[in-house]
Structure formats: C-alpha cells, structure tokens
C-alpha cells in the first residue's frame, strides 16, 4: 500500500529497543516538525482552501501526537531531549529542484510530507509488531494507522493540485531516490535514520 520501495531491515527494532528514550526523543520532534509543515503549507498557500482546512485539523491533530509522545517520555522519568537534524528529510528535500510555479513547488513539497509520512509509517509498523514493550508496541499501532491516512492525504493532494500522469511520475521518482537513501539509514534510534 505504500509503495516504499526498500523496506526498512526488521534489525532496526533491536538498535531502537537498546534507547526507547532516544527514539522517543527524536519522534515528539517529527510531530512538531509535522505541525509546522501543515502550518507553512496554510502560510504559503492559502488560496487553496480544502488544503488550508484539513492542514488545520492537521496541526492539532499532530500536536496531540506530540504530546502522546511527551507524555510517554515524562511517565518513564525522562525529560524531552534537544532536537537534532533529521538526515532522512534534509536528504529528500535535494531531490526537487528549487523553484518552478507555484502549483510545481506545492505538490513538490506535498509528495515530499507524502513519503514522510509513509515511512513513518511503516517504521511504526514494525515498532507495533516487533517492540518487546508491549504498552509502547500498542501506542505505536495506533499512530501507525494515523500516518498512513496522512501519507494517502497529501498524496491525493498532489494529485488533486498537479498533472496526475505527472505528479505519478514525480512520485515514483520520489520512492527511487527514498530507497537509495535509506540504503545508508536504519543504523539509528530515530523514526527515519
């Protein structure tokens, strides 16, 4: 249903087990980091008003998540980390070129928040089924099927918005190049490293 391209190698579970606090860390910033893209989606593009309405309930919605995480981070003792880059993201952002129309750069950034959320995704999968911690393997399953909503959102958006044979192409391209890097990623305790 994704359309990942390579999975992520199950092994990874076992790095992510060794610091739950790391993991748990790194994952309340990617719901921050989702926030403020719905929220620059609604600041850059306004005109587009369904997108400016479900970016909305998007926000909160992930705001929720990143107090889910908080909250799960507090009841162990620990206290939230400090944000580090996210290679994963800074990696696909270089895959469109800069610049273009308006509508070019929208659906560009939307296939981008697409395959995010798909390999969140699937990285939550893989917690649900695989984690030890039973509590925390539930807790994941239930974000897993709201990723997955999220990926099919902004997908259709960037087909609603673009050229559908066009924005088909693009994201097909989009997975080649994801799967190359993750090649090189999955050796760390974060959602997408």
């Known amino acids: 249903m994704l359309g990942l391209k390579l999975p992520t190698d199950p092994r990874w579970v076992n790095i992510v087990e060794k610091n739950i606090e ?9 719901e921050q980091k989702a926030a403020s893209t719905a929220i620059s989606l609604i600041i850059g593009f306004p005109e587009y008003t369904e997108l400016v309405q479900e970016m909305t309930d998007l926000v909160q919605e992930e705001m929720s998540h990143f107090k889910m995480v908080h909250d799960k981070i507090t009841e162990r003792g620990w206290t939230l980390g ?9 990696a696909l952002m270089k895959f469109f ?12 950034r939307l296939l981008i ?21 039973k509590k925390l393997a539930k807790f994941y399953r239930k ?27 693009k994201w097909q391209d989009l997975l080649d190049y994801e799967a190359q890097i993750m090649k090189d990623l999955g050796k760390k305790e974060t959602v997408h490293g």
């Open 82 to 90: 400090r944000d580090r880059k996210d290679e994963y993201v800074l």
């Open 97 to 108: 070129p800069k610049g273009g129309s308006r509508t070019t750069q929208l659906v560009h």
């Open 22 to 30: 790391e993991i748990l860390t790194d994952h309340a910033y990617c």
């Open 113 to 133: 928040a697409a395959l995010i959320e798909a390999r969140s995704c699937e990285r939550f999968k893989l917690l649900s089924e695989e984690l030890e911690d």
């Open 143 to 169: 974000l897993m099927i709201s990723e997955a909503g999220h990926y099919t959102m902004f997908l259709n958006f960037a087909r609603k918005y673009g050229d559908r044979k066009e924005v088909d192409k």
